[in-house]
């Protein structure tokens, strides 16, 4: 079976919000960093200026969420100063001040593997998560990120012996639920057994797109998304086959992966 390298992060946050896009009035939440973040996060920390393809496995948990207040100021060129609808002026242009509202997570544990497709890169991304270039932050700006343990760790396809009940909850990959490899537990009801997950589907990279002319460019991202399920009462059924790490940690990433994917 193929020997492939990660790199195993473990990580904690104080507060955090990976919003979702969609979220505006209120700054929603999703319960762990989707893979765009993370791809983010990696490639600042590392300093790459191009995209490097790779595979992420998310599981982690956070204590509790709390909505923080904050001051919102919002503004068009077009619109010049007047006293009636504006609280400050510019330059001669009005600018509106207002309040949001920001859902934070508290005290998030991450635990996340990277997997570069070019596994040249694995030592690079390890020596830079040991000693970044810049502060690590996941999600806004001042979400801080302390990284309590980097470790390259070797992985391959193996057969799970026993079921696998996760500490952590975990994003899990559409096709790993088709096949029953991976159950969702949470408690049997009157009508049967209940299942717990929400589906969510992720951004991962994107694309830029010139929706303009050569003359006058205008690009636009567009985004390569992958369905998967949230969970925290996920168990991986025995007698199928996982990625897992040599600690032990099964990787949630596409059953299908291999080198040549991004």
């Given amino acids: 079976m193929k020997v492939m390298k990660a790199i195993r992060l473990c ?7 990976y919003r979702i896009p969609t979220s505006f009035q209120l700054k929603e939440s999703y319960p762990l960093p989707p893979y765009s973040t993370v791809i983010g996060f990696i ?7 191009e995209y490097e393809p790779m595979e992420i496995s ?6 509790s969420k709390a909505n923080d207040l904050f001051t919102r100021y919002e503004f068009k060129p077009e619109f010049k100063f007047d006293s009636s609808r504006h609280q400050l002026e510019v330059g001669g242009f009005g600018i509106t ?3 949001g509202n920001t859902e934070m997570l508290i005290d998030v544990e991450l635990l996340l593997h990277i997997i570069p497709v070019n596994q040249d890169k694995a030592a690079d991304i390890e020596s ?4 970044p270039r810049i502060y690590p932050s996941l999600g806004r700006y001042e979400d801080l990120a302390v990284i309590n343990e980097v470790k390259s760790v070797d992985f391959s396809k193996k057969r799970l012996e026993e079921n696998k009940h996760e500490e952590y909850s975990a994003y899990i990959p559409e096709s790993m639920l ?3 490899s991976v159950q969702l537990r949470d408690r049997n009801t009157k009508f049967g057994y209940s299942v717990n997950g929400t589906r969510y589907m992720i951004n991962k990279n994107y694309e830029r797109y010139n929706i303009g002319n050569e ?4 690009y636009i991202r567009r985004w390569n998304s992958l369905n998967v399920i949230y969970s925290g009462n996920i168990m991986a059924v025995k ?7 040599e600690d032990g940690y099964i990787l949630y990433i596409d059953p299908e992966f291999n080198q040549d994917k991004k």
């Fill in 11 to 17: 990580i904690s946050q104080q507060t955090a919000n």
């Fill in 43 to 49: 490639h600042s920390i590392c300093g790459y200026t």
């Fill in 58 to 63: 998310v599981q982690g948990r956070y204590y």
């Fill in 97 to 99: 001040r207002g309040t």
């Fill in 128 to 131: 830079a998560c040991r000693c």
């Fill in 178 to 180: 088709l096949d029953d």
């Fill in 215 to 218: 003359k006058n460019p205008k």
């Fill in 239 to 245: 007698r199928n086959t996982f990625y897992i790490d």
